[in-house]
């Protein structure tokens, strides 16, 4: 099991920056992946950027250049560092976590951090 406890959402104006911390605690050691998902109001849950243990990274589309994902592994924590604010990226921001323990794979999820964007 593993647990993820998001924080850093809120109220921006377009332009501004957040920065998204997620820490990771319980079975850590199992983790191959972190990652941010966003889910705007009537949207479907969208991958916005992952991280592998090797630090591969893979950025949505429309982030790249703005957004900016990373890790320490030391604290077990993953960082979404979200710069140049649109409105467009106003959503719930959830921190996932992808495990694989003997072939089995299995996905975690924090609770969400609200993001709001005002134009």
């Known amino acids: 099991q593993v647990q993820l406890v998001e924080s850093g959402g809120g109220l921006v104006q377009a332009g501004g920056f957040l920065s998204l911390p997620c820490a990771a605690s319980?079975?850590?050691?199992?983790?191959?992946?972190m990652a941010w998902y966003r889910q705007a109001p009537g949207k479907p849950r969208v991958l916005v950027e992952s991280?592998?243990?090797?630090?591969?990274?893979n950025y949505a589309d429309s982030v790249k250049g703005r957004f900016t994902i990373s890790r320490d592994n030391a604290k077990n924590a993953v960082y979404l560092q979200m710069n140049k604010l649109k409105p467009e990226d106003t959503a719930v921001y959830y921190c996932?976590?992808?495990?694989?323990?003997?072939?089995?794979?299995?996905?975690?999820w924090g609770q969400g951090t609200q993001v709001t964007v005002s134009s």
């Open positions: 996932n976590a992808l495990t694989i323990v003997t072939s089995n794979m299995n996905e975690y």
């Open positions: 319980g079975s850590i050691f199992s983790i191959k992946r």
């Open positions: 991280i592998t243990t090797d630090g591969i990274t």
